[in-house]
């Protein structure tokens, strides 16, 4: 636990800072650090992009020509300590003559969990691990990372747009639209912040989507563009697969799947993947691990009630966004946002660990996080 209301603040504001990464740096985690020395900042940094010096790195840089030896490195995250595309940061900290450290949360992969402190350690530098609120804060920039490095799966969030009577479509099933632009234009900005974007086929049939992120910025990074599609009926003149070649688009489809269609698929550059499982529900598990092997690490579920209620029955949501609008359809038929088996009682019910309200123009964005990583 940080130890002083000094060492809370530098280390808040390293965890601030890794907020600058994001959308950055995938696969790897964000990440900001700040060293200090005597309640003064000698430097900060933060892991800026894939491939590109650390945060630990870019802090020290930061100090210049400053006399390390009695500082104190804050960090968001434990310090690597094996060779990737950057050497390990715990070597920098070791050259740098830091004598204490302290973090705000672990890393969970096989090649951390705790060796980098370790190391630093055995090194005779002085480690304190945080708890409470900030570490709290700290795990949470990182859910799509910490999952991955746990299950294999990307962490998936849920987007959803209903009405005041909880329908996504009218009995006719026209849901276009439902919320409001400034609304939409929210979606597009979490488009571009994940690995994947996932659609069932009836949606790709009925809107025929693009599924990319657009938004004003000159660096934006497309998703992946994923459709569930058992039998492989997506068309080989829609909008997603005549841009498979440049923007990579996955088909998930089933054993059932005519070969005719998945070679035609195949030729056209889609990645088909073919998930296994006697039931929807694993067949979305098998489809995630598949994803997760092809270094996906965070979905945005932008799929219809079919393939949201199978994801609900596989245990695969992590955080739900509903946007609220301020419309009432009716219908006996039209439709809800999750289908799937559910539960039979409402003990058995996904009990929400958070839930966040706020206004998003004319609509009302309900934010709940299901599960922890």
Avoid at 76 to 89: D, N
Wanted: proline share 5%.
């Amino acid at each position: 636990m940080p130890r002083t209301a000094t060492d809370h603040a530098h280390l808040a504001r390293a965890v601030d800072l890794a907020h600058n990464g994001s959308g950055r740096v995938h696969p790897n985690p964000v990440v900001g650090a700040v060293v200090a020395r005597d309640g003064e900042v000698l430097g900060e940094g933060w892991h800026a992009e894939f491939g590109g010096p650390h945060a630990e790195v870019n802090a020290i840089a930061a100090c210049g020509d400053a006399d390390l030896s009695s500082a104190t490195m804050y960090v968001s995250l434990e310090p690597c300590c094996h060779e990737g595309k950057t050497p390990p940061c715990t070597d920098a900290i070791l050259r740098a003559g830091l004598k204490r450290v302290v973090v705000a949360s672990d890393d969970p992969t096989e090649k951390a969990s705790g060796r980098g402190l370790g190391i630093l350690r055995d090194e005779g530098v002085e480690v304190v691990v945080a708890d409470g609120e900030l570490a709290a804060r700290a795990r949470l920039l990182n859910q799509a990372f910490r999952k991955h490095a746990r299950t294999g799966r990307p962490w998936v969030l849920f987007k959803s747009a209903m009405t005041l009577d909880g329908k996504v479509a009218t009995q006719a099933g026209d849901s276009q639209w439902i919320s409001s632009a400034s609304s939409r234009a929210r979606a597009h900005h979490w488009r571009a912040s994940v690995d994947a974007v996932a659609v069932g086929i009836g949606t790709a049939l009925a809107d025929d989507p693009q599924l990319t992120a657009r938004i004003e910025a000159l660096d934006v990074r497309q998703p992946r563009r994923v459709v569930f599609d058992s039998t492989a009926r997506l068309p080989l003149d829609s909008k997603l697969v005549r841009s498979a070649t440049d923007i990579p688009l996955s088909v998930v489809v089933s054993r059932a799947a005519p070969r005719t269609q998945t070679d035609g698929l195949e030729m056209a550059g889609v990645d088909v993947i073919v998930a296994t499982g006697q039931h929807e529900p694993a067949r979305v598990r098998s489809a995630l691990d598949q994803l997760g092997d092809r270094a996906v690490t965070a979905v945005l579920l932008e799929g219809g009630p079919h393939l949201a209620g199978a994801f609900l029955d596989a245990g695969e949501i992590d955080e739900v966004r509903l946007f609220l609008a301020p419309l009432l359809l009716g219908g006996r038929t039209a439709r809800d946002p999750l289908e799937g088996e559910g539960v039979e009682r409402i003990a058995e019910a996904l009990r929400a660990l958070t839930l966040d309200c706020e206004r998003s123009a004319e609509d009302v964005l309900i934010t709940a996080r299901l599960r922890e990583w």
